[in-house]
T-cell receptor, first 109, second 114 residues
């Protein structure tokens, strides 16, 4: 079966760095997405990786290793507004998105 | 900016009622999707559509149907609502370009079935 695993919840301190991991087992791979979802709101797109390596976008970076079925989202200089759930999703061989359950990130002052 | 709107943010219905959830996108996207989101579970795909009048079953289509009469509008129908359909329903759309196809989401409808 297809499976996406990410931690349920993480806590970090304002101004610090946090890494949210995602491991996946899917039938085929056509890219990995990260979305941010604030409580009660819609998910919003953060990043897309299809090749191995690190993609940097401001305070957020996303890394992919296809051979290990592994990705992480790195958030630097954490701000209180970064408190949200972070969803990992993999596009399989049928171009369907398989979603993880999300990681709830709590930022403390 | 892509805009995806959903007809209601909150909805309360009774068991057995027929429920219509509407979704409209304004970016001429080919693809539209309906998901439900429940605590501790990932987004689960109910139905999707790649073109007008076209629909495909997702992972959990039972108890639901859809309609796409116009490109910009994708409706989700609960034929006879049940309490286990209490959930957050999210609509999404995408351009339709294969592997780089980013989905854009509406604000969601939180449906409670009593």
């Amino acid at each position: 079966g297809q499976n996406i695993d990410q931690p349920t919840e993480m806590t970090a301190t304002e101004g610090a760095i946090v890494q949210i991991n995602c491991t996946y087992q899917t039938s085929g791979f056509n890219g990995l997405f990260w979305y941010q979802q604030h409580a009660g709101e819609a998910p919003t797109f953060l990043s897309y990786n299809v090749l191995d390596g690190l993609e940097e976008k401001g305070r957020f970076s996303s890394f992919l290793s296809r051979s290990k079925g592994y990705s992480y989202l790195l958030l630097k200089e954490l701000q209180m507004k970064d408190s949200a759930s972070y969803l990992c999703a993999v596009m399989d061989s049928n171009y369907q998105l398989i979603w993880g359950a999300g990681t709830k990130l709590i930022i403390k002052p | 900016d892509v805009k995806v709107t959903q007809s209601s943010r909150y909805l309360v219905k009774r068991t057995g009622e027929k429920v219509f959830l509407e979704c409209v996108q304004d970016m001429d996207h080919e693809n539209m999707f309906w998901y439900r989101q429940d605590p501790g579970l990932g987004l689960r795909l109910i139905y999707f559509s790649y073109d007008v009048k076209m629909k495909e079953k997702g992972d959990i289509p039972e108890g639901y149907s859809v309609s796409r009469e116009k490109k910009e509008r994708f409706s989700l129908i609960l034929e006879s609502a049940s309490t286990n359909q209490t959930s957050m329903y999210l609509c999404a759309s995408s351009v339709g370009q294969g592997d780089t196809d980013t989905q854009y989401f509406g604000p969601g409808t939180r449906l409670t079935v009593l």
